[in-house]
């Protein structure tokens, strides 16, 4: 029996959160849905917290080998029987009118993507819906997604990579999608120094980093839309940034050589970086990587040396402008 909206939970070790999750879309004020839990494996005391649910026959659960939120996310949509896809993290919320609303706006134009307003637990501020423009959140939760269209544009997560939400919202814009931007608020999201957005760079995240710019940098070819284009220079401009700020063998660079190289054969360029920035950015982040990209070249003769140089620098002009 096919419902409104399937809302699909992935979880990993969220002992600490999973139940405040589970319990904001069973007390919705909306019965037009289904709640999909996907536990990726977790270790702690996550998996005895969802079997308290399992009388609720409106609740699904499944438990995975760990395989990342990528393929745990393809799993709930693969399972799902709803009309709209919702997805919601183990550690976060949606407000309990959120289907409401979405159900209403769908009544009036059955679009392919509806964006709507989130908010950081405990925040006052809200983000407001933003999607397809200049600095659109890049999460997938504060977006619900018409299940036929992403099957007919075959759109699913990378898998076994962090970052897959960075290319699965380029599949989305890269797919032209009928979307709408409301003014609701609908997800509350819930900041850890421990989730992958918020710990420190590694050399894993820098690898799938690059990865997911090289996958990215090949899709673009074939577009000419600039708002396209600037949304992967700015996913490269960052994680050259944490890459030039992480901990590593001086003499080293073979990552940074190689962001450097896909963003050059790519039909992007370093001006999308710029466009739009405001000064204290261009100054503060964007003259290091300018420097550290001059000395690249140079290092190419000097061997490692500009290198040490440039890694130096850039510390330096970060340091000064805290």
């Not at 070790?13 to 999909?36: G, H, P, Q, R």
């Not at 200049?134 to 076994?160: D, G, H, P, Q």
């Not at 989730?195 to 799938?208: A, F």
Request: a neutral charge; glycine letters at 4%.
């Amino acid at each position: 029996m096919s419902v409104f909206c399937s809302i699909i939970l992935t979880a990993y070790n969220f002992e600490n959160y999973i139940e405040d999750s589970i319990l904001s879309v069973v007390n919705s004020n909306s019965t037009d849905w289904e709640l999909i839990i996907v536990d990726d494996g977790s270790t702690d005391g996550t998996p005895n917290i969802i079997n308290q649910f399992l009388s609720n026959k409106k609740i699904f659960t499944y438990t995975t080998v760990n395989r990342g939120l990528g393929a745990a996310r393809n799993f709930g949509i693969h399972k799902s029987k709803g009309e709209y896809i919702l997805f919601l993290d183990g550690d976060d919320m949606i407000r309990n009118d959120l289907i409401t609303n979405l159900f209403e706006t769908v009544q009036i134009n059955k679009k392919d993507v509806i964006c709507f307003g989130w908010q950081s637990y405990k925040s006052k501020s809200i983000v407001e819906a933003d999607f397809f423009t200049r600095y659109m959140t890049v999460a997938v939760w504060n977006k619900c997604y018409r299940k036929a269209w992403l099957s007919e544009n075959e759109i699913e997560f990378m898998e076994t990579v962090l970052f897959e939400d960075v290319a699965y919202s380029l599949d989305l814009m890269m797919n032209a999608p009928q979307f709408v931007n409301k003014d609701f608020e609908g997800y509350v999201y819930r900041i850890r120094r421990e989730s992958i957005s918020h710990s420190s760079y590694s050399v894993d995240k820098e690898n799938d980093a690059i990865k997911i710019l090289n996958r990215m940098c090949n899709e673009v070819s074939i577009s000419s839309e600039k708002l396209i284009k600037q949304y992967v220079a700015e996913f490269w401009w960052r994680h050259l940034i944490y890459s030039l700020n992480m901990e590593r063998d001086n003499s080293d660079f073979s990552s940074l050589r190689n962001m450097i190289r896909i963003l050059n054969e790519s039909s992007v360029s370093r001006k999308h970086v710029l466009k739009g920035r405001m000064l204290h950015d261009f100054v503060v982040m964007t003259i290091p990587v300018l420097i550290n990209l001059n000395f690249v070249r140079i290092a190419r003769i000097v061997n490692h040396s500009a290198d040490w140089l440039a890694f130096r620098v850039n510390n330096l002009i970060i340091n000064l402008s805290k």
